[in-house]
């Protein structure tokens, strides 16, 4: 069974720049897993006279999976091994039908039990949102 995971990286301060580097990195980190896909959601069409909403959706990221269940645990070791370099003071939420999960500063331990309840509601057909 094949799957779609959402990314979204919440930027802590204000440079689109360096959000849109960090992203990129994310991005080609992840792409050393067998994933199907990865690329940024398509934007609404913006309003006559305003900037295009694609530069809203640069911290958004979407990976396809070939197979949920095997790749979901390491794409998830893979974000938290981003967000946890030092240059990367992010919060990342991981949407995957309808359970999500929020990975921020929490420490190792908290954020291994982050992970194992949301493998463990992506398992189980009807729970919601995990994460602190």
């Given at each position: ?21 960090s ?65 990367m ?13 929020k ?6 331990a ?23």
């Amino acid at each position: 069974m094949s799957g779609q995971l959402r990314i979204e990286v919440e930027q802590l301060d204000e440079d689109f720049e360096s959000l849109q580097r960090s992203v990129n990195t994310l991005r080609e980190d992840l792409l050393l897993l067998d994933v199907e896909n990865i690329y940024h959601p398509p934007a609404d069409p913006a309003p006559p006279n305003t900037r295009s909403a694609a530069a809203d959706l640069v911290n958004v990221l979407v990976v396809t999976l070939p197979a949920v269940t095997p790749l979901l645990e390491r794409v998830l070791h893979v974000v938290k091994d981003w967000q946890s370099r030092p240059e990367m003071p992010h919060s990342v939420f991981i949407e995957i039908g309808n359970k999500r999960i929020k990975l921020s500063n929490a420490d190792a331990a908290q954020q291994r039990q982050l992970i194992d309840a949301f493998l463990g509601a992506c398992a189980a057909p009807h729970r919601d949102e995990v994460g602190s």
